[in-house]
């Protein structure tokens, strides 16, 4: 079974660019994640007949927003945070917008696991959405993977925001403290692996020069100097049953390129 990630920002602009279409005869997968749709369902016309639509839209045009298709009906798909952890973990209004309204996590259930695609709040260039995103939403995220884990293990992916450490962006020490580089986010990750979920591209790859993210400045994609945002983690149990994961970086039509997991099912 494959798996796939991709930010797309902007699911109509890479569609328009003719570039979505390409990604998923390339890859092939099984299951596709998506984040950063920006998109309600059928805006975007594109045609996969092969592929069942599921769709969680931000209340906000335009913003945010994730998206799996997959290539055999889901048992159940549940949308967003659950309300009783939205509550607990005070997930409302922070002057930005309700975060559990813009349409971040899916849930798909399938039969030996859970596939879930989450887009993270970025914490902002000037770190005025770090307290919502380490106080809150990181825990309360991560709270809804181990009660989906108690259900059947999961293989979550996604934009998460953060690169984990020094080898996942091109110039750690220039960005300390930035946003997406802060002790406060990484720690966010800490406690993923603390909680016992596996970086499944760190079983294949490690060392630096791997990215999912370039910016669109100084020609930063061409010369390589990106961050590794985009991830696939699983459940301990999954791990003997992954058989690879890797990095398409050579995938255009976004600021990321997809991410990739193939396991045995």
Known sequence: MRLVS????????VHNKHLFLPCIEQLKPDVLCLQETKAMQGQAEIDLPE???????????????TAIFSKHAPLSVRNGIPAHLVKKFKLAD??????????RVIAAEF???WVVTVYTPNAKPDLTRLTLRHKQWDPAFLAYMKELE????????????????????AHPKANEGEHGYTKEEREGVDRIIDAGFVDTFRLFTQ???HYSWWSH?????????GWRIDYWFVSKKLVSKVQGAAIHPLIKGSDHCPVSLDIKI
């Open 51 to 65: 592929y069942e639509e599921y769709w969680n839209s931000a209340e906000k045009k335009g913003y945010s927003g």
């Open 217 to 225: 400045f100084a020609n930063a994609r061409a010369r390589n100097v």
């Open 94 to 103: 922070d002057g930005y917008g309700d975060v559990s309204k813009e349409g």
């Open 150 to 169: 108690r259900e059947k293990p999961v293989a979550f992916c996604g934009d998460l925001n953060v690169a984990h450490t020094p080898d996942d962006l």
């Open 207 to 209: 060392g630096n020069g």
């Open 111 to 113: 039969p030996s696991l």
């Open 6 to 13: 991709w930010n797309v920002n902007g699911i109509r602009a």
